[in-house]
Nanobody, 116 residues
Framework: QVQLVESGGGLVQPGGSLRLSCAASGFTFSMHTMSWYRQAPGKERELVANITSGGGTTNYADSVKGRFTISRDNAKNTVYLQMNSLKPEDTAVYYC?????????WGKGTLVTVSS
């Protein structure tokens, strides 16, 4: 059974940093692209970043380029999102996602609040 568990969210001041983690189980993690999405209050869920199975290719939303970094540790079945220079508009629930056999699996999310 696929499980994705996000952690690392919290309250941070503008300009601060957070590192999110997503621990995966129930599938061959090293063979799948992994993604981070976010959903702000009243808005649709949007793609933040993704990383290919071996970690060789990453993609970012324009709004986070240069500030966020996605990475993965296939030995630990974990994908990370390092978030720097956080802005109030980064406030959202952040979700981890994988696609396996044409089915999307989501974690329950972790809340990031950027506020002074």
């Amino acid at each position: 059974q696929v499980q994705l568990v996000e952690s690392g969210g919290g309250l941070v001041q503008p300009g601060g940093s957070l590192r999110l983690s997503c621990a995966a189980s129930g599938f061959t993690f090293s063979m799948h692209t992994m993604s981070w999405y976010r959903q702000a209050p009243g808005k649709e869920r949007e793609l933040v970043a993704n990383i290919t199975s071996g970690g060789g290719t990453t993609n970012y939303a324009d709004s986070v380029k240069g500030r966020f970094t996605i990475s993965r540790d296939n030995a630990k079945n974990t994908v990370y999102l390092q978030m720097n220079s956080l802005k109030p508009e980064d406030t959202a629930v952040y979700y981890c996602k994988c696609r396996r056999n044409w089915v999307d699996y989501w974690g329950k999310g972790t809340l990031v609040t950027v506020s002074s």
